[in-house]
């Protein structure tokens, strides 16, 4: 366990020695989600309401959605792939801690700066506009969100370790990356909300592990979906998780016996 | 007591040709000629404990395939190997545990850190009991003059103290076996010899058992009794160094500079010259010649000095690789 802990604290000092970087990228997250809620505030200047959202609604999407994409996000493939190219892996292979637990491990530590100040200019962001938004007290539904985005914290950061084993074969994963992310944010809801869609859709995006980052989550904060709906969906996330693992182990085992540990 | 084996140890790796040019580019998105290289070829050795043995060998020549497969880094294609009873490739943890590997060009320490962050994450992830660390880590501050550049952030250190970092932070869980893969390359010449007089005196003190790949033949020189030399990807010589020079070398190299200048013509006639300004001559003459031909120029030519010297052994390398090529 001293191992975890000792891991997470190195990171954070790593973390402390770029603050500069990681405060500028909390300006570009500010400028966006503002922009997004002054173009749907336009929208809504002729309608009361679009597909059934009202604006506070629209808004406190947009903010709770953003808000938990930010806390479930992570760049472990782009760090992991550089790794395999570069044969940096190779320190890590002669070592007795497995690469999966160092690299989950160091990249929790390393998203924690960045997660706490997202986390503080979404308050911030909250605070002003809380007037306009819809705000719940009701614990149980508190709780299972808070649930359903530290599922969907392991299943992102598990989907980008495999993204990152891709590597083994191809050396680079931008390409792969990039597509998955814009995918993911289209049937996330990170664009608009799913239910502007068939329902046939939604009926997918709910099997997918990509709708718990940020549609499904501010559905149940907003009360359009009901508790049980919330159980079934975190029931959905924990068999994607396992399933990940299942293809981490495999693809791992495959894919390190393709290693050569180039560059020294 | 044997702490290597490597038994028919070999090593195949595969790649894609693909011929200059963007049309060959386009082409080869397509199809992709398959091609494999044997990297390393039925190598067999043992090492014993606290044996300091260098390996020898031109780029490419599957030194650090070899160290790879002994690591476990990588999966051999044929043949076994065990270290300290071990199947490297297996990375069993109790393994891993008990030997290190330093990468002249790999760096393992954390760049924006001082090293001591590195060290304490080590120590965790090695499971290094508090007192065994500070001890170790006094130790080894002390021989490797490191104490005042701890607490530097790894990236503001020159290339010879990181390094001298780097074999701290590999050594903090005294290993029984190292690893050493080019640990002095690209450094200055007094880097170079503080390191090797520090590998040296930790070989001695801890009977650490090493194998060390070096292109600098000063290193080689300096630190290994044993040598064994791989070339396209095959064993060529295993054993002592001065046994190879035995082997090898069936010349000794005189150097005489004169008070006078001398005409190369007559010179000529006593050995083969090496180099050669009117006052001054580097002749190869046959092992057991030379003092027969040392008593004829004394007796002959105005001779201001002499020295009968060794060839020098980076020569005799060359000499076995070349020789190997045209196998």
Redesign the interface.
Known sequence: M??FT??IQ?AW??AL??RFSIIAYRIGEIIEVIFLIIMWSSLYEHTAVISGYTLPEMLTYILVGNLITFVTRNFLSDFMAREIKD??L??F?????SYFTYACIREFGRITMPFLLSLGTHLLIILFFWHRLIITTQVSRLLLLLLMVAGAFITELLISYIVGLIAFWTDEVDGVYTTINRLKKFVSGGYFPLSLLPSLYIKISYTLPFAYSFFVPTQLYLGKISNTTALKGIGVQIIWIGLLCGIIKLVWRRGV?R???V?? | MTIIEVKNLSKTYEYYKKQAGLWNSVKSLFHREKLFTDAVKNINFTINEGELVGFLGPNGAGKTTTLKMLSGIIYPSRGEASVLGFTPWKRQPIFQKQFALVMGQKNQLWWDLPAMESFILNKEIYEVPDKQFKTTLDELSRLLEIKEILEIPVRKLSLGQRMKCELAAALLHSPKVLFLDEPTIGLDVVSQKNIREFLKKYNKQTKTTIILTSHYMEDVEALCERVVIINHGSLIYDGALSKLMDRYVDQKMLEITFTEDIAKTTLEQLGTIAEFTPQRVLLEVPKQKTKEVAIKVLSNLPVDDILINEVPIDEVIRKIFTASKTL
């Open positions: 001293h191992k000792t891991l190195t000092q790593r020695t770029h044969g940096t190779s320190l292979l002669v070592k007795p801690i016996r290693y050569e540990g560059g020294i």
